[in-house]
């Protein structure tokens, strides 16, 4: 546990579980997690976290801390149930969870809905097959096939932080890919290999330059 974590955890007042919370999830998720759900079941980024208690202030964190490994289960049977295999359920459960506890639930479980979505209209490949090309020891091109964007990303980060490690410099392009999450969690992980790193993406134009009507740039983050 980081000491930020250790802090936060000291600063929240005790409070027991829901009875029942995460029975209520699996209920009120049961056709949310299958593809022939129908929109309007639910407003999912608002209703259901409020419903549940979690996820919309910090005294409900330690909440999610104590039942985490339960609700990832959960959360990977909705990406199994979607069609992905069991190690891109994992990896993208994995990193769902580590943004809701992070404090990022912008990032988190508010955006099952959108990979879901995502998934059922075959913008997001649940059986990709994922390509790389070798074009030197350092460098790296991924064709990641439309896969889901954890996954992708997990890949790319690995492969650079490898080539980083036996030649000194790993440079991976990624393309056919999606939304990842937190460009955050792939940085750290070279951070931790004691590495220096850029992380970065691009995104559709949401914001207009100072002075336009238009929008022009991304959101993108360069981590």
């Known amino acids: ?15 027991a579980p829901c009875p ?3 029975e ?3 209920a009120l998720i049961e056709n949310f997690s299958k593809p022939g759900w129908q929109a309007g079941y639910i407003r999912w980024e608002l209703d259901l976290l409020a419903e549940l208690g979690f996820g919309l202030d910090l005294k409900d964190y330690k909440l999610i801390t104590m039942n985490k490994n339960k609700l990832k289960k959960i959360v990977k049977k909705i990406f199994l149930n979607y069609g992905l295999n069991n190690q ?6 994995n990193y769902i969870l580590k943004a809701e506890l992070f404090g990022a639930s912008s990032h988190g479980l508010t955006r099952l809905k959108m990979y879901c979505n995502r998934l059922k209209r075959k913008l997001i490949n649940p059986k990709p097959k994922i390509k790389i090309k070798r074009i ?6 991924i064709d990641a096939n439309n896969a889901i964007g954890f996954v ?37 992980q070279a951070v931790k290999k004691k590495l220096m790193v850029w992380c970065f ?8 330059p100072f002075g336009s009507k238009k929008a022009l740039f ?3 983050p360069l981590c």
């Not at 993406?201 to 207009?208: E, H």
């Open 1 to 15: 546990m980081s000491s930020a974590t250790a802090i936060l955890d000291s600063a929240l007042p005790e409070r």
């Open 20 to 22: 029942g919370l995460f």
């Open 24 to 26: 209520k999830l699996e």
């Open 88 to 93: 891109h359920a994992e990896v993208s459960s």
């Open 136 to 141: 030197s020891q350092s460098i790296s091109h």
């Open 152 to 188: 992708a990303a997990d890949i790319g980060i690995k492969k650079a932080i490898s080539s980083a490690k036996k030649t000194g410099f790993g440079l991976v392009g990624i393309k056919n890919s999606g939304h990842y999450g937190l460009s955050s969690f792939y940085a750290e």
């Open 201 to 208: 993406t691009n995104a559709p134009p949401a914001i207009a």
């Open 218 to 220: 991304g959101t993108n």
